[in-house]
């Protein structure tokens, strides 16, 4: 009888399973279908989406399905255990169904920020309910577990007329659509096909397939392809909105030219008179932010730089093909532009999300090490500056230097920093070694960084150029070596200042040097180009999530990191980050957790909606 119990349970649950899989499946779809991205799918993109909604929708309903199954084993009474999968299923249709609510909001689904401000202290001040609301929400609680009851029963009359072989269409069909959707979608981000990749996202904690070394090797594609597709794919803005305004300008009738001088990996304890001399020295004719913060990484602090935007928009600039309204502002303005990057910028796709337009766009620097890259983009400028100094038109460099990010110089040159290492032996890392000798390694690489910098600044000087050329001095981000005594090195790993806070020195012609304290950020570069050179009158919040560099005004929530791993930096460096499990850590500035810290759910509400202004 129990066996037969068991049996009765195992079917019509799995009959209930199936059903159920396709109710979230339905949901699933109208996330798509209440989006901006529903304008750019087409057949193939919709072939991707209704598979993947469905694998991922067994998925969920998998979970009821087996703690049904355990409840019948243990409790051994079928109603028991179809009670239990009723409300279990119900409770995913629920959950469904808020998810999509907030992700038509906020525009991504349910985290730790989101349950924070949901139920967190001072909820009732950001979401106000009314009665009819609440009923509203109640009936729709209630027809949730009525429809899940009655589908049950349904399965119930079902299991009477259903065979064992008919377990096995269905099992096939959903594993079918699973490897279909990821193997699709893997080759979908290498082909660049913007109705996959920008449908992906609608599918809450969904991380399908990508392959791209893999369809190489397979010959589905090629590395030349790659590029070739990454510069000519399809353009699709349906669901952006930047910028939020048309520009208007004041038109200079003297434009300034440009230049832009980046060190990767640039820890701030690097900058001062013993380790970087020559940009110690212009920088007594600059103005210094003593405050300024980027990301932790080279993506997200390059494409902040040049968007004034967080990467959290990564994906949708870079499969619509909008470019950054600054490199497009320049060359309206007929700019020359020049990008010299040590390392290649085609991985990560720089060359693609930012200077797709930029005529003669050099990508990759010749060069066997590090050291001969970084000699050779100097170089190659020093004799470019004579051909700029020269023309009639203005222009805008781009130097972007490796060494400090390397750890790699010749051994002839470790002998400024002593005890050093010869190269990077990340092997003896820990959290107890004396960081001394890294450390000296890496100070030895700035300095070469500094002196071929000291090289292009001092043809600037030479060329007579400064008399109307801005030159900025920045890093990507910081560089870490244990600093906090959490055994953390290097960069990419967290949020605290070590990694995040970095020089800015900007000198302008004619401008009196001063020393600024308040914070300023990598988004507030754009803006400030924007304005000062381009003669752009906007408000930045028409274009950018930054502000004129010089402006005091607040920016207690900066955004750092990708749309899967973000935080917030507020006040004092207090950091409240997001991790991919939605789950929300707080901690101060040293990366120790603040267990008593009170979020302020209104300020994190109105920086959320700040965040995701640029969607439709």
Excluded at 38 to 56: E, K, N, P, R
Excluded at 225 to 253: G, R, T, W
Aim: aromatic share 14%; charged share 15%; glycine share 6%.
């Amino acid at each position: 009888m129990q066996k037969i119990q068991l049996e009765k349970s195992l079917s019509e649950g799995f009959i209930f399973y199936a059903i159920s899989t396709l109710t979230i499946a339905i949901q699933f779809l109208f996330y798509l279908i209440h989006s901006p991205r529903l304008a750019m799918m087409d057949v193939g993109g919709w072939m991707f989406y209704i598979t993947a909604a469905c694998s991922h929708a067994a998925l969920w309903a998998l979970i009821p399905y087996i703690i049904s199954l355990i409840v019948a084993i243990t409790v051994r009474r079928h109603q028991a255990a179809a009670i239990t999968h009723i409300i279990l299923v119900s409770l995913l249709n629920i959950l469904a169904y808020i998810d999509g609510s907030v992700y038509s909001l906020y525009k991504f689904h349910i985290n730790g920020f989101v349950l924070n401000l949901l139920v967190g202290e001072g909820n009732s001040e950001i979401f106000t309910f009314s009665f009819w609301l609440y009923l509203k929400i109640a009936g729709v609680l209630v027809g949730i577990f009525a429809a899940n009851t009655l589908l049950r029963i349904l399965a119930g009359h079902c299991y009477t007329r259903f065979h064992r072989c008919g377990f096995r269409p269905i099992l096939a069909t959903l594993i079918l659509f699973a490897l279909f959707s990821n193997f699709y979608h893997a080759y979908a981000a290498v082909a660049q096909k913007t109705s996959v990749i920008r449908s992906a996202p609608c599918l809450p904690y969904y991380f399908p397939l990508t392959a791209t070394r893999l369809m190489m090797k397979l010959g589905v594609v090629s590395s030349k392809d790659v590029i070739k597709m990454n510069f000519n794919n399809k353009k699709q803005s349906a669901d952006l909105n930047y910028p939020i305004d048309s520009l208007k300008y004041e038109v200079h009738s003297n434009p300034k030219n440009v230049v832009l001088i980046a060190i990767d990996s640039w820890n701030y304890r690097a900058f001062n008179q013993d380790i970087t001399p020559h940009i110690s020295h212009f920088a007594d004719s600059c103005s210094r932010f003593t405050s300024h913060l980027s990301s932790n990484g080279t993506r997200g602090s390059i494409f902040g730089l040049f968007f004034s935007l967080s990467s959290i928009y990564w994906t949708d600039f870079e499969v619509s093909g909008i470019q950054p309204l600054l490199i497009e502002e320049l060359l309206k303005q007929n700019y020359q532009i020049g990008i010299y990057p040590s390392a290649t910028i085609v991985n990560p796709p720089f060359a693609k999300i930012l200077f797709s337009k930029v005529p003669d766009l050099r990508t990759h620097t010749e060069g066997k090490t590090v050291y001969d890259r970084d000699c050779r983009i100097t170089a190659d400028y020093l004799q470019a500056l004579d051909t700029l100094g020269s023309g009639t038109k203005p222009f805008f460099s781009f130097l972007f230097y490796d060494l400090a990010h390397g750890y790699e110089v010749p051994k002839d040159k470790l002998y400024r920093f002593q005890p050093s290492w010869e190269f990077a032996d990340y092997m003896k890392l820990n959290n107890d070694i004396d960081p001394t000798p890294f450390l000296n390694l890496y100070y030895n690489c700035v300095a070469e960084a500094d002196s071929l910098v000291g090289c292009v600044l001092h043809k600037l000087e030479e060329k007579k150029l400064l008399d109307n050329t801005l030159v900025i001095i920045t890093g990507d981000h910081g560089q870490e070596f244990n600093e906090n005594h959490k055994n953390y090195w290097g960069h990419g790993s967290n949020y605290s200042p070590v990694q995040t806070h970095i020089p800015f020195l900007l000198y302008e012609p004619g401008e009196q040097p001063h020393t600024y304290h308040h914070r300023t950020t990598h988004y507030d570069f754009a803006p400030t180009l924007m304005n000062k050179v381009l003669g752009v009158t906007n408000p930045p919040s028409d274009y950018s999530m930054g502000h004129l560099i010089t402006d005091t005004c607040p920016r207690n929530w900066h955004i750092v990191g990708d749309n899967l791993n973000y935080a917030f930096i507020v006040e004092n460096h207090t950091i409240l980050e997001k991790h991919p499990s939605g789950y929300i850590e707080i901690s101060d500035s040293a990366l120790n957790p603040l267990e008593n810290y009170k979020i302020d759910n209104r300020k994190l509400n109105e920086a959320i909606l700040s965040l995701n202004r640029f969607y439709k």
